[in-house]
Each structure stands twice: as structure tokens, then as C-alpha cells.
């Protein structure tokens, strides 16, 4: 079983920004592509971004431009750094891989006030 742990998560306002990060319990190289989701009450969770191990990216239409990801193997984490944070942004953040098994980290919550 691959373990993952988010942080960063926190309260900002509107137009602000927060990192967060995705701590895998192996290296990142065993780890194939790493994506996050958000979910709010009520809600089922929606997917944000990906990232593979060659560093190819994608993002949800909502946060494109706005949210990158980025790798690092040494560190075995992926930080999600999230610009420009709106209101809608507000969720709980969870990391996810299926390589080399299914995982998901508890979540972090994200509060973007107005």
C-alpha cells in the first residue's frame, strides 16, 4: 500500500493563494501519475489536476491557469500551488494514485473566503 498525506491546507481569501502538498510513503519514481480532487459537502468530489512521472500536466477547466503542479521525486511529494483562490475553490483537497495500488491521502480543507 502506497500512504499519502496532504497538508497546506488552510483558510485565504479571495485572490490569495495556498500550496499544498501530497507526501508519498515510497519514492515518487515507484508512483505513476498522482492526481487531486476536491469535494465539498453534499457534492461528489471532481478531479483538479494530474501529473505523470514525465511532469505532463492536466487541469480541470475551473482551476486552469490558476493551479499548477509540480513533482518531486527526491522530496517524494507533488505540491499543487493554487493562485488566484475563489470562493468555489473552498473544498476538501485529496491526493490520489492507482500505481502502484489505489490510495488516497485523508484531505486537507481549503476555505477561500469572500
Known amino acids: 500500500q502506497v500512504q499519502l498525506v496532504e497538508s497546506g491546507g488552510g483558510l485565504v481569501q479571495a485572490g490569495g493563494s495556498l500550496r499544498l502538498s501530497c507526501v508519498a510513503s515510497?519514492?515518487?519514481?515507484?508512483?505513476?501519475?498522482i492526481a487531486w480532487y476536491r469535494q465539498v459537502p453534499g457534492k461528489q468530489r471532481e478531479f483538479v489536476a494530474s501529473i505523470t512521472r514525465g511532469r505532463y500536466t492536466s487541469y480541470a477547466d475551473s482551476v486552469k491557469g490558476r493551479f499548477t503542479l509540480s513533482r518531486d521525486n527526491l522530496d517524494n511529494k507533488v505540491n499543487l500551488q493554487m493562485n488566484s483562490l475563489k470562493p468555489e475553490d473552498t473544498a476538501v483537497y485529496y491526493c490520489q494514485t492507482t500505481m502502484p495500488f489505489e490510495s488516497w491521502g485523508q484531505g486537507t480543507q481549503v476555505t477561500v473566503s469572500s
Open positions: 515510497i519514492r515518487m519514481r515507484e508512483i505513476g501519475p
